[in-house]
């Protein structure tokens, strides 16, 4: 009976050791993967950097608006990055 119980609590304890890896793991590859995005708006323009700024705020607020919509997500990405292009329109 003890040997059955150390058996359940060893793969317990391995069980835990593999969700804490992959926790672990996903946590580093979100990391990585917002150094990355950072990385490629180095060469923008602040106009460039507005709509894309604009088309991620507009997408979130599309598809909370939407309850989660591709099409709302879409069309507020749309509408966001459109507005953030004109609004740091260059004066002329």
């Known amino acids: 009976m003890i ?3 150390l058996l359940f609590t060893f793969i317990h304890f391995i ?3 593999d969700m804490i890896s992959i926790q672990r793991s996903a946590i580093y590859a ?3 993967a917002g150094f990355a995005g ?3 708006c ?3 323009t602040q106009q460039e ?3 894309a700024i604009g088309a ?3 997408g979130v607020a599309g598809s909370a608006l939407t309850g989660g919509s591709a099409l709302g997500t879409v069309g507020g990405a749309a509408v966001g ?4 292009h004109e609004v740091s329109k260059p004066k002329r």
């Open 56 to 58: 991620g705020v507009g």
């Open 42 to 44: 180095s060469g923008m």
């Open 49 to 51: 950097k507005n709509t």
């Open 38 to 40: 950072l990385a490629g």
């Open 81 to 84: 990055g459109v507005i953030g």
């Open 30 to 32: 979100v990391v990585v």
């Open 3 to 5: 040997q059955r119980h």
């Open 15 to 17: 069980k835990e050791i």
